[in-house]
């Protein structure tokens, strides 16, 4: 019934080692240009709220003395993503009239205006109210995502009447806020009503409730991780608002056991089987079943034992910390419900050993291709409005952090030299000479490295000379159309 304690290690040391400088938990993919499918619409990343709750939340019962170095980094970035007017935003690509690509300055950018993002504003509300001191603008901003509830029970990603994204994973986010703030939180208990907060509740609980019973759990639309992880983060508001909806729920997920492999397989349509959906799959039914039998259902412990048999085998083969969290978290439940006391770790260990230089290693190498994949899209945006030039400015400022620790823990020293010279000239921001010496990092990794037998090196390589080529041809072909139409 329990992961292998040294696995758990080593899936606290991956969540401590993918946290950017800023605060913010992160995400390791096996191939950075994977990142592509967020940047159709959008000019940066979207912020990972949902991740940097579960890591403060999967920490806190395993590391010795608390983790304030990381804890308070982590609430500050959610905290100061709210911005004055109460809101997260994301900002989208603009459209464009006249030319293809306003390169040239023959086109012109249109609708540059950032959305308000309900998702992730109620992420950084329920973090801070759990987590730290609120201010009354966080109280603020609660009610206003409050408003953005829909007739139908649900909230939609963005405050956008024509926007219908992503209503799963949001309405699970507002309702844990919403749960939170009513309920948890002592600030509000001493300026809202105890029956202002439960009419307030159930009036919004009943709603997302009807919503959930229409929509989640129509069997051909809605894969097993979606409802399993809002079945795993809402078993408290099911189990007082509506338990047969909880009972629904885990009967479709327990469903999908096969207890001839021992585990859950993963929904083709997701991944084509691959290991890592599958792992993180198994990790998020752990978690849920081991919740579910802290409440009563012993029937699914024999699950429960052949599943953390399966994890403490594969989990350090896939690079998605979400299974991580989910084992850690589901570990923590267990070892509480049969009175075993968890060994903390401290953080010194776990950032001095070989493991976290490994982790960290990957992480900072594939997040600075990420951020320069990020600069070369807003290279062609941040001289047409001051609102693309404030992100430009913001995405410069984190690319050179990122590459600061780079240059720091990179063992190639001539590498760590052309890394150093080019967060140089990023910062000046000048694009005829980041041209020249992207073209200079560039020429240089074309020898580098040459016959590096790890896979992880050969992607990192190869992805890290594309996009620094990508970047380079771009810059150098805006600052010759600016020349032309100069001529």
Not at 147 to 159: I, L, N, P, T
Not at 260 to 278: K, N, T, V
Request: proline share 3%; glycine share 6%; net charge negative.
């Amino acid at each position: 019934m329990y992961i292998n304690d040294d696995v758990i290690k080593d899936c606290l040391t991956q969540i401590v080692a993918t946290q950017y400088p800023w605060g913010e938990f992160a995400d390791i993919l096996r191939d950075p240009n994977d990142v592509g499918r967020d940047l159709i619409h959008l000019v940066t990343l979207k912020p990972n709220g949902f991740r940097t709750m579960f890591a403060i939340d999967a920490l806190e019962s395993w590391i010795q003395t608390g983790y304030p170095e990381i804890k308070e980094s982590a609430l500050t970035w959610l905290s100061s993503s709210i911005e004055n007017d109460g809101w997260t935003k994301l900002f989208f690509k603009p459209r464009i009239t006249g030319s293809v690509t306003p390169v040239a300055g023959q086109g012109e950018v249109t609708g540059v205006r950032p959305k308000p993002d309900i998702r992730h504003t109620a992420q950084a509300i329920y973090a801070v109210f759990r987590y730290s001191e609120p201010a009354l603008k966080y109280l603020n901003s609660f009610f206003s995502v409050l408003e953005k509830q829909r007739e139908a029970g649900e909230w939609s990603y963005f405050d956008d009447p024509d926007e219908d994204a992503e209503k799963d994973i949001t309405t699970m986010s507002c309702l844990l806020m919403l749960h939170e703030v009513l309920h948890g939180s002592d600030y509000v208990r001493a300026m809202i009503t105890r029956e202002k907060r439960e009419r307030e509740c159930i009036r919004r609980h009943a709603n997302a409730v009807t919503f959930f019973r229409n929509n989640l759990f129509a069997r051909h639309t809605r894969p097993l991780f979606t409802i399993g992880t809002c079945t795993e983060r809402l078993h408290a508001v099911f189990q007082q608002y509506a338990p047969e909806l909880l009972d629904e729920a885990t009967d479709w997920i327990r469903d999908r056991y096969d207890p001839r492999l021992g585990r859950w397989p993963c929904d083709l349509c997701e991944s084509d089987g691959q290991i890592d959906q599958e792992v993180k799959i198994n990790g998020l039914a752990y978690a849920t079943f081991a919740k579910l039998a802290d409440l009563g259902f012993e029937e699914d412990l024999s699950k429960l034992r052949s599943v953390a048999s399966y994890l403490s085998d594969n989990l350090g083969k896939v690079p998605d910390i979400m299974a991580a969290f989910y084992a850690i978290l589901g570990q923590r439940i267990i070892y509480n419900r049969s009175g075993k006391t968890i060994e903390k770790c401290r953080l010194p260990d776990l950032k001095g050993g070989e493991s976290f230089q490994r982790y960290e290693r990957r992480a900072i190498r594939f997040w600075f291709v990420v951020r320069l994949k990020i600069l070369s899209g807003l290279h062609t945006l941040q001289e047409e409005s001051r609102t693309w030039r404030s992100v430009y400015a913001d995405e410069c400022s984190k690319t050179d952090a990122i590459g600061q620790r780079l240059v720091t823990i990179e063992e190639d020293s001539a590498f760590s030299q052309h890394i150093g010279e080019l967060l140089s000239v990023i910062r000046e921001r000048n694009p005829t000479v980041i041209a020249k010496k992207l073209e200079a990092v560039n020429e240089f990794l074309k020898q580098a490295h040459q016959g590096e037998d790890l896979v992880e090196c050969a992607n990192w390589w190869q992805s890290f000379r594309k996009i620094v080529w990508e970047f380079s041809a771009e810059v150098a072909a805006r600052v010759i159309d600016k020349k032309t139409s100069a001529g």
